[in-house]
């Protein structure tokens, strides 16, 4: 490749003294392969200053596919011109290379191999080369970055490439020529984390596994109650049809629900934590597995959340262009013209309707900002305080203004018996349930006996902890003694 970007190193090379970077530039490094991965690879170091000795068993065939001054040659000559080399073929044609094992003892092998599976093999592909080079050091690194990363260098943000092995001056090295290249190295340890650093291409959003399942479980759950009330109960006992209210209608009423329990699940662990510290009186006392898992899970739940709502916003803005809604408006004008009606405004629900979506903008509006500052690059640019106070207590504030939301809809329609379907209560009375209790619960733990004892904990204080006094004695000398801290 030539001109643009990819045509200019990406870091200075010239040799500045004390600059660590400076014996990395210029040396030359050695690919064993010709896939895209090794091109890819081929290309940055090029670009980044490097000389580069491609080993491939079809030189000729394969030398157009490199960049012009990368040198192509047998996998032989390549290895004997260079002391480092990227080994970029795939784990089942490493015993190809076997018959190079007398020219590449002494050399470091960077193993940048992934597998198809997690946990494939019973031991990584960086311990299985050094298995059969043991003559050779080997270092794990580069498999958690991509073709394209390396294509286009790690301008879009911090790239780490993670590094393990058992010889510290090896991973020195490529340290080294990772910095060059301009990314960031991270030290994983020996090659025992090998296994670990290979699963780690593999993994399909690990966090976000558990807040999927539970939202979706909440979805069709209640779903499935919408669609009984709305659809079911009218066809059965009205023999009305309305199950064209199952592609919009239905899924809007889900949406809110959804999302309003979703965004009071991500202050109710806080909450049963604070109940946990306060009766064991220790913050020190571990959280059981479940309640460890939700709280480090809330990021995920309160993005969910924001989608939610958000879809229930556009969903609601499309509702006046159904066909249906438009039947319906020239029916009821039609039914109003034969009854004779001049006047049918309602000075409740006007109001009704206007508190209701103007309280529902500004929790949509305060629920965009908790979920723009979850974004990396926002959140770095927050100190502790600012950021615990827009996702503590922004985030309580919009629980609230949800809350709000939610009772402007019901209104008094939850004393209304017609709205008690198959003696099922309206859909929102249920999502009240969740958030009221957090909402009770943050309302007693600001009263100031509580709030001062749960800070004093997370401070450090323990319940039944003893700590040393000193008292004066009868003689004017001092004796000391113990008490119980709470006491």
């Not at 949509?364 to 990396?376: E, R, V």
Request: contains cysteine; charged residues 20%; glycine residues 6%.
């Amino acid at each position: 490749m030539s001109g643009g970007d990819m045509a200019k190193p990406l870091l200075g090379h010239r040799s500045v003294e004390g600059d660590p970077m400076a014996p990395a530039a210029g040396r030359t490094i050695g690919v064993l392969g010709s896939g895209d991965f090794a091109r890819s690879l081929a290309i940055r170091l090029v670009c980044s200053g490097f000389k580069v000795v491609v080993g491939s068993r079809n030189p000729k065939r394969k030398a157009g596919l490199f960049p012009s001054a990368a040198e192509v040659t047998f996998q032989a000559e390549a290895v004997k011109k260079t002391d480092v080399i990227f080994v970029a073929v795939f784990r089942e044609h490493y015993s190809t290379l076997c018959d190079l094992a007398d020219v590449l003892a002494g050399k470091i092998l960077v193993d940048v191999s992934n597998n198809t599976e997690i946990n494939h093999h019973k031991e990584s592909n960086a311990e299985y080369l050094a298995s059969l080079f043991p003559a050779c050091t080997v270092v794990k690194g580069f498999n958690v970055v991509s073709a394209w990363t390396l294509q286009s260098g790690a301008r879009d943000g911090n790239k780490q490439v993670l590094i393990c092995s058992n010889n510290q001056e090896a991973k020195r090295t490529v340290a080294e020529i990772a910095q060059v290249m301009g990314f960031t190295p991270v030290d994983m340890g020996c090659m025992s984390a090998a296994c670990e650093i290979e699963n780690i291409p593999l993994r399909l959003l690990p966090a976000w596994k558990i807040p999927i399942f539970l939202a979706l479980g909440l979805f069709l759950c209640f779903f499935t109650y919408n669609l009984v009330r709305q659809v079911i109960h009218p066809y059965i006992r009205e023999q009305k049809n309305k199950f064209y209210k199952i592609p919009i209608e239905v899924v809007n009423t889900t949406l809110p629900c959804v999302a309003y329990v979703m965004l009071s699940l991500v202050y109710l662990p806080g909450v049963l934590a604070a109940c946990s510290q306060l009766y064991y009186g220790t913050k020190y006392r571990r959280f059981p597995d479940w309640l460890d898992q939700w709280l480090q899970h809330r990021k995920q739940i309160g993005l969910l959340s924001f989608f939610c709502a958000a879809l229930h916003a556009v969903y609601s803005l499309c509702l006046p262009m159904r066909r249906s809604h438009r039947y319906q408006l020239i029916e009821t004008a039609v039914k109003q013209a034969v009854e004779k009606k001049m006047n049918i405004w309602v000075e409740e629900e006007v109001w009704r309707m206007e508190i209701y979506i103007s309280v529902g903008i500004i929790a949509l509006g305060l629920l965009s900002l908790l979920a723009i500052t979850s974004l990396p690059s926002i959140a770095n640019s927050l100190n502790w305080r600012e950021f615990s106070f827009i996702q503590s207590t922004l985030g309580f504030i919009a629980l609230v203004i949800s809350t709000l939301h939610t009772l402007t809809y019901g209104w008094s329609r939850a004393f209304d018996e017609n709205q008690y379907k198959f003696y099922l209560p309206p859909t929102y009375t249920l999502t009240l349930l969740v958030p009221c209790t957090v909402i009770l619960a943050k309302v007693i733990f600001s009263l100031p006996c509580i709030q001062q004892r749960l800070l004093r904990i997370r401070r450090g204080w323990e319940k039944g902890r003893y700590v040393k006094f000193v008292l004066p004695s009868a003689t004017g000398e001092y004796s000391s003694g113990e008490t119980s801290s709470n006491v």
